[in-house]
Each structure stands twice: as structure tokens, then as C-alpha cells.
């Protein structure tokens, strides 16, 4: 497992932008797979994006295509959201995840592939 710990979130009006950091413990993020997930109150914890391992492919939930953008700086063990044009509906709780080899054969979407989990940042966008 590695330490993982998000920062960025905060309050934002609709239509606004922010950015989400996840700093790892680490310093081998480059051979993860990693993901940011995202929990409203009452809500099942749902997935947002991943990237993965090695040449660092994209993946998005529907709810946030062509909004956030999930990037990765391996020289500074850090992966990023980037979360544009935000709604209302994006405020939860988000959570940075990382699936360190050996891998979980679980789809990348699904929470129980990641072994490693943050403690979550607040993200709020007010209508």
C-alpha cells in the first residue's frame, strides 16, 4: 500500500474551476494504477477517473467527460483532477485511490480494485 493525501478542494460558484492534488508516499507512482472517486452525502462513493500505469491512459465517468481532466507528475509523486465548469452536483467528498502491483484484475471503475485509499477533500459548488 502507499500513503496518499488530497488537497485543492474548497468552495467554487458554478461554471468555476478548480484543482485537486494527491500527493503519494512514494516516489514509483508511474507504475500505479490511480483514481479519484467522489462521495456525496447519501450516495454511494462513485468513480470520477483513473489513470493509468506507465504510458498514463484516461479514463472518465460519464457525469464528468470533457470537464475534468486526471494528470500525473511522477517527478513529484503527485496526480492531479483538474475539474472545470463545475455544477452543483459535483460538490462530495473527493477521494484519491491507487492500485499498486500486483494488480487487481477489477475493472478500473470499481472501488475494490484499489488498495489504497486518501482521506478525502470537500469539494462544494453553490448554484
Known amino acids: 500500500q502507499v500513503q496518499l493525501v488530497e488537497s485543492g478542494g474548497g468552495l467554487v460558484q458554478a461554471g468555476g474551476s478548480l484543482r485537486l492534488s494527491c500527493l503519494a508516499s512514494?516516489?514509483?507512482?508511474?507504475?500505479?494504477?490511480m483514481g479519484w472517486f467522489r462521495q456525496a452525502p447519501g450516495k454511494e462513493r462513485e468513480f470520477v477517473a483513473t489513470?493509468?500505469?506507465?504510458?498514463?491512459?484516461?479514463y472518465y465517468g460519464d457525469s464528468v467527460k470533457g470537464r475534468f481532466t486526471i494528470s500525473r507528475d511522477n517527478a513529484k509523486s503527485t496526480m492531479y483532477l483538474q475539474m472545470n465548469n463545475l455544477r452543483p452536483e459535483d460538490t462530495a467528498v473527493y477521494y484519491c485511490?491507487?492500485?499498486?502491483?500486483?494488480?487487481?484484475?477489477?475493472?478500473?471503475?470499481?472501488?475494490?480494485?484499489?488498495?489504497?485509499w486518501g482521506q478525502g477533500t470537500q469539494v462544494t459548488v453553490s448554484s
Open positions: 512514494e516516489r514509483t507512482i508511474n507504475s500505479y494504477v
Open positions: 485511490a491507487a492500485d499498486v502491483p500486483p494488480y487487481s484484475s477489477y475493472s478500473y471503475s470499481s472501488r475494490v480494485k484499489y488498495d489504497s
Open positions: 489513470i493509468s500505469a506507465g504510458f498514463g491512459m484516461a
